[in-house]
């Protein structure tokens, strides 16, 4: 059980010294949420799954409105058209977050988390940078060894941490992998993917709490094992309507 063991240390680690970001994300998106808003998620390459992770899925619930590329984020042919390559090639190109959020009416009334294991490709330093230009306040979830173990290649020569109001640290290795291997060289075993999850579900839990407490937690999407089919359509119904009409505010009209 290496990965196991040294994953667990790695919670520990977040569990120890993200408290006060965590707790600062959550106060945003229960504000921003119980208020009617949106907290757009955005993340490119496998930090997707951080996005996919926070909403629509069971035990999730409206509010926060995910932003993904398919461009940025489908290796699942690999090689090939639509391969890893292109999808690489593609998170750096420098005017492409501007491209995106043409797409969207940017409320300082909303919020954004905008995840990036590194912090140093284009697309969502950018993202980050056009967000907090239209006053929407930013969550930067990055890896602060990852981020600080080069210079950054931006024009800007900044990060994405650099362009937050909030930074969480999922305090990953440089290069990510957590277990040396005897006989090979290189350490293998990722560990963003384990920490994004922890980050964003203690965030969806204590956003929860905030909101429950004043009574404006939305529909929460949740099993018919758990519930029973009919509530648990209807559930399903009432979250994608709430979606659907929050994320509808956000789409840029005509005139803007």
């Excluded at 993340?43 to 996005?51: A, P, Q, Y």
């Excluded at 998170?91 to 919020?111: K, M, S």
Aim: charged residues 20%; contains cysteine; aromatic residues 6%.
């Amino acid at each position: 059980m290496k990965w196991i063991r040294q994953a667990m240390e790695l919670l520990g680690e977040i569990e120890r010294t993200q408290e006060a970001p965590i707790a600062a994300a959550a106060g945003i998106a229960a504000r921003v949420i119980g208020g009617g808003g949106v907290v757009h998620t955005f993340g490119t390459g496998h930090s997707r799954m951080g996005v996919e992770e926070l909403f629509p899925r069971y035990g999730s619930y409206p509010g926060f409105h995910p932003v993904v590329e398919l461009s940025t984020t489908f290796y699942t042919q690999v090689a090939g058209a639509n391969g890893m390559r292109q999808a690489m090639f593609i998170e750096r190109v420098e005017g492409l977050a501007e491209q995106i959020l043409a797409n969207y009416e940017l409320r300082p009334t909303d919020a954004a988390i905008v995840f990036s294991v590194s912090g140093l490709n284009a697309v969502p330093i950018e993202m980050a940078m056009g967000l907090r230009k239209a006053g929407v306040p930013v969550v930067a979830v990055t890896s602060s060894r990852e981020t600080y173990a080069v210079e950054p290649g931006h024009p800007s020569g900044t990060r994405l941490a650099d362009h937050a109001d909030v930074v969480i640290d999922l305090r990953t290795p440089v290069g990510d992998a957590l277990c040396r291997v005897e006989g090979l060289a290189e350490p293998v075993g990722p560990g963003s993917t384990l920490a994004v999850v922890a980050v964003v579900n203690e965030i969806k839990v204590r956003t929860a709490e905030l909101l429950a407490a004043d009574g404006l937690v939305p529909p929460v999407i949740s099993s018919a094992k758990l519930v029973g089919r009919q509530r648990s359509d209807e559930l399903f119904e009432a979250a994608y309507l709430e979606h659907a009409r929050r994320a509808g505010e956000v789409l840029r009209k005509p005139g803007l």
